[in-house]
C-alpha cells in the first residue's frame, strides 16, 4: 500500500461518529427488577418483624422459653402446663415452698418398671378411687415408726390404738381368725354387749382352784349361763345358785 492510499484511508476514517453501546436493563424490565427488589425487602421486614414478636412473647431468653428454664441441674418449670404425650424424668419437684399439683380428666398413673421391662408396682389415681398394686405397702410416720404394713402374708397394723368412728366387720369366708398378744386381750362394750356365737366355745388353760387352808375363806363366784347364751357369776355355794340369780336372764 502506497503513501497516499494509507493517508486518504486515515481522512475517511476520522470522518466517520464513533459509535456508543449501551450496557444494561432499561424499560419494564428495569421497572420488574425494581419491584421484586421493594417486594423482597417488603418481606424480609416483615419476617423479621414477625420473629420479634414471636420471641416477645414466647419468653425467649438464653435460659430457656416462657415458663421453662434450663439449669444446670436439668429443666425448671414454673406455672400451669399442659403434657399431651408420656413424660419421662428422672426427677419431678416443686419450687422450695410450693405444692406440687398434678391435674388429669381420667386419672393419674405411676408405673414402676423393672430391668426387663415389667410391671412390678403400680399406683392409680381415677374417678372409681386409688387402686395400688406391688408387692408390699408400708405407711409411716415422720419419724419412721411403722404405722401399717400389708403383703400377701399378713398385715401388720402399729399404732398403739386401732380406733373406727363406725360398725366394723371382721369376715374370713375361708379360713380363721387369729388375735394373738403378748400381754392381756380386752373386749369392751361401753353400750352394748359382746356376743360369742359358735357351736363350740373353749377357754383353755384356765387355772384350777385348790382348797385353801382352813380359816382363810374368799368369795368365790360361778359362771351362770341364761338360755339365751347370757353369761353372769353367781356367788358360788355348797351347791349351784344359778337358779336363785336367774331373774338376770329375764
Not at 363406725?166 to 352394748?192: H, M, P
Not at 360361778?222 to 355348797?238: D, I, M
Amino acid at each position: 500500500m502506497t503513501q497516499e492510499q494509507c493517508t486518504h484511508r486515515n481522512n475517511v476514517q476520522s470522518t466517520e461518529k464513533p459509535h456508543v453501546y449501551k450496557v444494561g436493563i432499561y424499560g419494564w424490565r428495569k421497572r420488574c427488577l425494581y419491584f421484586f427488589v421493594l417486594l423482597l425487602m417488603i418481606l424480609i421486614l416483615v419476617n423479621l418483624a414477625l420473629t420479634i414478636w414471636i420471641l416477645k412473647v414466647m419468653n425467649f431468653t438464653i435460659d430457656g422459653m416462657g415458663h421453662l428454664r434450663i439449669t444446670e441441674r436439668g429443666l425448671k418449670l414454673e406455672g400451669d402446663s399442659e403434657f399431651l404425650q408420656p413424660l419421662y424424668a428422672k426427677e419431678i419437684q416443686s419450687r422450695p415452698g410450693s405444692p406440687l399439683f398434678l391435674q388429669s380428666s381420667k386419672n393419674v398413673s405411676i408405673n414402676i418398671l423393672n430391668g426387663k421391662n415389667q410391671l412390678v408396682s403400680q399406683l392409680i389415681a381415677g374417678s372409681n378411687g386409688v387402686h395400688a398394686r406391688g408387692k408390699m405397702l408400708e405407711v409411716k410416720s415422720s419419724t419412721g415408726k411403722l404405722l401399717f404394713s400389708a403383703d400377701d402374708r399378713e398385715v401388720v397394723v402399729g399404732a398403739e390404738r386401732l380406733r373406727a368412728p363406725k360398725g366394723v366387720q371382721i369376715q374370713a369366708e375361708a379360713g380363721d381368725i387369729q388375735a394373738t398378744c403378748r400381754s392381756d386381750l380386752r373386749l369392751e362394750s361401753k353400750d352394748g354387749e359382746i356376743t360369742l356365737d359358735a357351736r363350740r366355745i373353749k377357754l383353755l388353760r384356765l387355772p384350777e382352784g385348790k382348797a385353801s387352808p382352813s380359816g382363810t375363806r374368799q368369795t368365790v363366784y360361778e359362771v351362770c349361763v341364761c338360755p339365751n347364751g347370757k353369761l353372769f357369776l353367781s356367788q358360788a355355794g355348797t351347791g349351784s345358785t344359778c337358779q336363785i340369780s336367774n331373774n338376770i336372764c329375764l
